[in-house]
Structure formats: structure tokens, C-alpha cells
């Protein structure tokens, strides 16, 4: 459970520097401390694959970026 005094110093932080916290708590963890299935595993390891067999098919990312922002109003 986080301490609520804890709680309350994040909430009154500007957002901004909420983000910032969010990034160094999220690299603190290792790949042992997030909890992946077998299932999730097996989802990854095929996609994966794909993309190793089939890099033509894929998009950059600026490309998704732009496909995205034209969804945007």
C-alpha cells in the first residue's frame, strides 16, 4: 500500500513532473518485476516472428505517427 502523505506530495505535483516520476519509477523495474502470462509470452514470441519474417509488411514509426495524428480532429 503507498503512504498517504506519500499520495498526496504526487498529486500536487505539476503534471509535467508527475510524468517525469511516472518514467523513473517505470525504469526502476527490471523484466523480472513485470508479470508476463505464458499466453502473453506466446503472443509476443509470434509476433515476433512475423516481423522478422515478414519486415516489408511492417511500418515505422513515423509512419504510425502520422496515420494517427490524421485520425485526430
Do not use: C
Not at 2 to 12: A, H, N, Q, R, T
Not at 45 to 55: F, G, I, K, Y
Not at 58 to 67: C, D, F, G, L
Amino acid at each position: 500500500m503507498i503512504d498517504e502523505s506519500l499520495m498526496e506530495k504526487i498529486v500536487s505535483m505539476e503534471p509535467a513532473d508527475r510524468l517525469e516520476l511516472i518514467g523513473v519509477v517505470w525504469d526502476s523495474l527490471s523484466a523480472n518485476d513485470l508479470p508476463v502470462t505464458d499466453a502473453e509470452k506466446a503472443l509476443l514470441d509470434a509476433r515476433l516472428a512475423d516481423m522478422e519474417s515478414n519486415p516489408e509488411d511492417q511500418s515505422s514509426w513515423s509512419e504510425v505517427k502520422t496515420r494517427l495524428n490524421r485520425l485526430l480532429p
